[in-house]
């Protein structure tokens, strides 16, 4: 690839990346309107279902929040129910963060909502597996070429964790299939 062309690249891999991200939000913001959430209220309560109990600073940074924003999230998830808080009994400065079982609850029923609703969801299951497993390849290797990574990277690490979830995920899917 000459110079320009690799200019050319960077341009379509940024537009690609936005426009996903932008899809992808856009279709959970839909559903988790219909479930009673925010899409911030969301994420961290998947945040917490799938590290557990976390501390505020872990939430931020898996959020990729301010700690503010997850000051004044948590304040208001907690008045709701949806998670608890609680004082480290170590170290008195530290606030732990955990999902509550009306937390757990309403986070499943968006899944279910998900998958009878969302239009990406719907969307892949008329593409090919294999044609999505090659361009996910090929995107972890314009990762790693970039990150002058030999051998597996993050995203190659994250996208074959993917293949294997450990969130209900998929029992939440086969139990609105089966309804």
Known sequence: MDKEE????IH????????MNKCLVDDWEKIVQLGGLTYPQSKLLIILRENGECTMSKIA???LWHMSTVTELVNRME??????????HIDKRVV????TQKGIDVLDNTKRLY???????????????KELDA??????????TIKHITGPCPLSMALEKAEHPTCNCIDIMKC???E
């Open 6 to 9: 690799a200019v050319i690249s």
């Open 12 to 19: 379509k891999l940024n537009y690609v990346y936005l426009a």
């Open 61 to 63: 940074e898996k959020g």
């Open 79 to 88: 008045k709701e129910g949806y998670v608890e808080k609680a004082i480290d």
């Open 96 to 99: 732990k963060v955990k999902i």
């Open 115 to 129: 998958y009878k609703h969302s239009d990406a969801y719907s969307a892949l299951l008329d593409m090919d597996k």
């Open 135 to 144: 361009a996910f390849d090929t995107i972890a290797k314009v990762c790693r």
């Open 176 to 178: 609105v299939y089966e």
